[in-house]
């Protein structure tokens, strides 16, 4: 048995929907993940969550309905460091549909350095860091650090996945990391009833106008109290996207595992709710679709 409980959540809608309005062209979805057969690519013992059935295939025709042509695979945390799906996935690509997908993986101290060169090679540019209370397999400081390092030294940004609650506990680690490109995902997760001025929001903001961080604008929907509209999420959303609209990247974060709310939103409303965060402007729009996935994922 897992970690996981045997809760049954509701599972993404194949029936996506295009957004209204489309995107602009080169629009990127900077955060997916994709699951394997887990006869050939098993999860890790003990296990976050449980991989469901969404695979690149089905991806490829999610972000097809939704008008995207580039993505970016986030390599899941069931998986750990065992990247073969990952390679697999990108090694039968052309080199044409190459140039629209990128990737971010997972190093820790047990990644060989001829793994690494050849996830850079295949296109991945950034490395995921999981960490904070919600999330399994805490590493100490100092095996992030040496991670961090080889990232840094590869040439890729990281991404750090943690929560509100871990920046308050600990604002002085993540301050202390320099000479990378960080990337928070998720807003931080953070908790929308609290408001803007709660400690991890300020910290945010002060992050991205003053050391030039990067926000993932993803997630609104998840930690959204609303089982749709999300209105909640959306004066942070507009707050980081004034804060520094030239580091914002967002991403649907398909297929949406763990799933809590009763209400399972068709990806289109990922789209949708990121619109508003910008009140439809176009240019905002092209800056977090097409120019910046672009600067950070090293697209053409």
Known sequence: MTRQDQ???????????????PPPPKSCDCQ????????????????????PQATFADMRGVLEALGFERGVIVHPMPYDTDHRLLIDTLSSLGPDE??????????????????????????VRGARFNFGKRYEGIQSRD????????????????????AGDDIEADPQFLESIKNITCVVDHMAHL????????????????MLKNEGWWMMLSNGNRDSKMDGGFDDAVPF??????????????GTDWPHVNWRKSRMMNDAETVELLYRYVDNDQALL???LVDNPARLHGFD
Request: with cysteine; charged share 30%; proline share 8%.
């Open 7 to 21: 809760t049954v959540f509701p599972q993404w809608v194949r029936e996506t929907r295009a957004p209204v309005p």
């Open 98 to 123: 190459r140039r629209n997908f990128r990737a971010t993986g997972i190093i820790k101290d047990n990644v060989s350095d001829a793994t690494l060169q050849e996830l850079d090679r295949l296109g």
């Open 191 to 206: 908790h929308f009833d609290r408001g803007l001025d709660q400690p991890a929001c300020r910290w945010l903001v002060h």
């Open 237 to 250: 959303g507009r707050l980081f996207v004034a804060a520094a609209p030239d580091r914002m990247i967002w």
């Open 32 to 51: 997916f993940h994709i699951y394997g057969d887990p006869a050939k690519y098993p999860p890790k013992k003990d296990a976050f969550y449980q991989p």
């Open 286 to 288: 092209q800056k977090i």
């Open 143 to 162: 095996a992030i650090r040496r991670s961090l390092d080889r990232a840094r030294e590869i040439g890729w940004h990281a991404r750090m996945h943690v």
